[in-house]
Structures are given as structure tokens and as C-alpha cells.
């Protein structure tokens, strides 16, 4: 068992289930007792990150903020999951640096998709032009080349994807294994 914390980075297009697989990961891990913090695009941007916009200078920043606090609770033993598009490779690497611990996991489902379930009326909005810079739309997203976890959401069901995450903390001895019958099944 490793005695130190982890940045656990969900990436991927607005839409594409990171706050939602990453609230489902923190449930399973807090069962297991292990110290959890999420650290979500959407809050850290009303807090943190107020006043900073989307261009690549503000995003880039947005994203150093999380990578930063992040590796400040994951260096105390905390499991600390980033939910943010974070749509740049560099900068997803630089924060990558920051930490010792670090698994980087590519929430990952086509645009049209995530466009459909538009689940904040963005993706309306930035079709009619009515948001600039909207990523997949109007700026770039940069897909991990080499992520440590791919959730495939187009495919997997939330259940399926949070159950990859939890064996892949496992199988790198970050959490014990008292496996659930669930977890086993989808794991076979
Ligand atoms: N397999 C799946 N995994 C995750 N979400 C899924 C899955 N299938 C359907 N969904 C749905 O897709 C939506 C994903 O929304 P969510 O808010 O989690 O996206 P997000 O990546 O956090 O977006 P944003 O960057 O805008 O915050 C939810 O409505 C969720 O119920
Ligand atoms: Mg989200």
C-alpha cells in the first residue's frame, strides 16, 4: 500500500461525464476511508479561478491553480480528483510534473454526443454564436496521447467506467482491494 496521496485528473469535452464519473469514484473511495477532495472545473472557476475567462492564457492559468492545489492534497495524502476539460496537453502535463502521484484519466466521447446531451444548453449557445471559445466547437481539445485510464462513455455505463478507475487505484496499490461483488464481475 502506498503511503502518500494522488492527483487523479479526469479530462475530456464538456458534456463527456467527468463531474458526474468523478462524484461516482468519490463515493466508492470514501467507503474505502480514503481521504478524498474533487476539485471541479465549474466550482473552482466561481471560487479560485473567478474572473479568469477561456481564452488559451486564462485556461492555461485555470488549470496550473488546479494542478497546484491538487498537488498540495495529494502530497497530504489526499486522493485530490480534478474534473476539468483542462483541453491543452501541455498544461495537463505540466500539471502532471507538479505531483508525484498522478493518473491522468481521458473521459472520452465523441462531440456530437456530448453535444446532445447538452446537459447546460452550452453546446446550443456556441452553435448560435452566442459563447465564444466553447471547446470542440470553437477552440481546441487536445486528447490525452498516453492516458493511464480511458473511460469510454459513449460505451460504458458510469457503473463500468467508475469500476476501471477503482481497479486501476488498486492494481497501482494507491487503495486496498476490498473488492464488491460488482467490481469483480465487471472486472472478469
Ligand atoms: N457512461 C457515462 N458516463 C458519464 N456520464 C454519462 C454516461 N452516460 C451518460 N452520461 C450522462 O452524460 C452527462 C455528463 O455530464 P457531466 O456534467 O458529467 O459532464 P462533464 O464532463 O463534467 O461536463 P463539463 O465539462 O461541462 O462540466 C450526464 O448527464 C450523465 O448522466
Ligand atoms: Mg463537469
Not at 37 to 60: A, N, V, W
Not at 75 to 90: D, K, T
Not at 99 to 110: H, L
Not at 139 to 168: A, F, G, H, R, W
Request: hydrophobic content about 35%.
Amino acid at each position: 500500500m502506498r503511503d502518500s496521496g494522488l492527483t487523479l485528473w479526469f479530462t475530456g469535452l464538456s458534456g463527456a461525464g467527468k463531474t458526474t464519473i468523478s462524484k461516482a469514484v468519490a463515493l466508492e473511495l470514501k467507503k474505502r476511508d480514503c481521504k478524498v477532495e474533487i476539485l471541479d472545473g465549474d466550482i473552482i472557476r466561481t471560487y479560485l479561478c473567478k474572473g479568469l475567462g477561456f481564452s488559451k492564457e486564462d485556461r492555461d492559468e485555470n488549470i496550473r491553480r488546479i494542478g497546484f492545489v491538487a498537488s498540495l492534497l495529494s502530497r497530504n495524502n489526499v486522493i485530490a480528483i480534478v474534473a476539468a476539460i483542462s483541453p491543452y496537453r501541455s498544461t495537463r502535463e505540466e500539471a502532471r510534473q507538479l505531483s508525484e502521484n498522478f493518473c491522468e484519466v481521458y473521459v472520452k466521447a465523441p462531440l456530437d454526443l456530448c453535444a446532445s446531451r447538452d446537459v447546460k444548453g452550452l453546446y446550443a449557445k456556441a452553435k448560435a454564436g452566442e459563447i465564444q471559445n466553447f471547446t470542440g466547437i470553437s477552440d481546441p481539445y487536445e486528447p490525452p496521447i498516453n492516458p493511464e485510464i480511458i473511460c469510454n462513455t459513449e460505451e460504458e455505463s458510469v457503473q463500468e467506467s467508475v469500476n476501471k478507475v477503482i481497479l486501476y487505484l488498486a492494481k497501482e496499490g494507491y487503495i486496498l482491494v476490498p473488492y464488491n461483488e460488482q467490481i469483480i464481475e465487471c472486472a472478469i
